[in-house]
């Protein structure tokens, strides 16, 4: 039988799980007979840096489904040289936003194929097929979409927040600009509503899963879909296992545990995956009408994303 999964997905969190299920599925999740691995991704950490496109939560599971992700730091390319950053530096070019001589290439490819009238779906397509990626790759819109950060010193834009600042500053409140008025990429919402698995996976709940529900269309076929619809807490014993999912929460008024964060999918989602560490919360979580399972979360290196994405199968679902 092929089993179709479709990962709602930021960067880090997103292509570990998504990774997982390359592994656990056939052929890599490549698409055959209805089945196979679609990867929806956020686009609003999009930014523009000397002149080209960079999509780094995009980037981040292409390099990891392709097995070229820089394990140690989450993001960029394996075995990186710097040497066309430092001569930027020299021409005058802020460079404070780290672009590998590798990952720079993939940034070319992509402006120049934009450029020539290529939506970022398409040119998704052919970078992550280029690198040898198997599983479909989707950012959840072609249009322009990009995550702002209302702090006490103003409001910023999203790498300037999280980079530059190194997320430091409290967030007060988090807008998406151009959402309104943007649309699903092609196959987004047939990967969502015809999926027999749909994930949200271990990803910040407001940098990267908010504004992938948010493009119109997307959560109406979220809670249409006939999948069964699971999400992995990205908090586990009250901490963010990566980034500022945790004060994020904090700052914006919400519990920081996996009870928190199942309070913010109570429409899109019907099983919530909790760490062992979280086990005493099944209960209240329970309360809120999911369905619990309690496991290890925490994934490490592919082998604990594949085991993950096999438990996941095995235990949740599709719905048959
Ligand atoms: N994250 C950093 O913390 N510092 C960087 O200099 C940096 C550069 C960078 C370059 C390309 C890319 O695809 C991602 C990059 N990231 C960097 C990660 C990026 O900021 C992501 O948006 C976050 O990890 C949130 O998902």
Redesign the pocket.
């Known amino acids: 039988m092929s089993i179709s999964v479709t990962v709602l997905a930021?960067?880090?969190g997103g292509a570990r799980l998504a990774h997982g299920f390359a592994l656990a599925l056939p052929d890599g999740g490549a698409p055959s007979g209805g089945g196979g691995l679609t990867c929806v991704v956020n686009v609003g950490?999009d930014t523009e840096r000397h002149g080209l496109h960079?999509?780094?939560?995009l980037?981040?599971v292409m390099y990891t489904l392709a097995g070229l992700n820089d394990e140690e730091?989450?993001?960029?390319l394996t075995g990186e040289s710097y040497t066309t950053l430092a001569q930027l530096e020299r021409l005058g070019e802020d460079t404070?936003?780290?672009?590998g001589d590798k990952?720079l290439a993939t940034h070319v490819v992509r402006t120049a194929r934009l450029r020539d009238g290529q939506p970022l779906s398409a040119a998704t397509g052919s970078l992550a097929a280029s690198l040898g990626v198997r599983a479909r790759l989707l950012p959840v819109t072609d249009d322009r979409v990009r995550t702002r950060v209302s702090t006490p010193s103003g409001t910023l834009d999203?790498?300037e927040y999280?980079?530059r600042r190194?997320h430091a500053d409290a967030v007060l409140d988090l807008t998406y600009e151009g959402i309104g008025t943007s649309g699903p990429a092609p196959g987004v919402l047939d990967a969502v509503g015809g999926t027999d698995l749909l994930v949200v996976a271990p990803s910040?709940p407001f940098?990267?899963v908010e504004p992938v529900l948010t493009v119109p269309g997307v959560r109406d076929a979220v809670r249409a879909s006939r999948a069964r619809r699971v999400a992995v807490s990205p908090i586990v014993g009250g901490r963010a296992l990566k980034?500022p999912a945790a004060q994020i929460l904090e700052t914006l008024g919400h519990e920081v545990s996996a009870l928190g964060v199942a309070r913010l999918y109570t429409d899109v989602v019907d099983v919530m995956v909790i760490d062992t560490a979280d086990a005493a919360l099944t209960a209240p979580i329970e309360d809120l009408g999911f369905e619990v399972l309690v496991t290890d979360t925490v994934m490490g290196g592919p082998d604990g994303r594949a085991r993950l994405a096999r438990e996941l199968l095995a235990a949740v679902g599709p719905r048959t």
């Open positions: 930021g960067g880090v950490d960079v999509s780094p939560d980037d981040t730091r989450g993001w960029g404070w936003f780290t672009l990952d999203f790498q999280f980079v190194q910040n940098l990267s980034g």
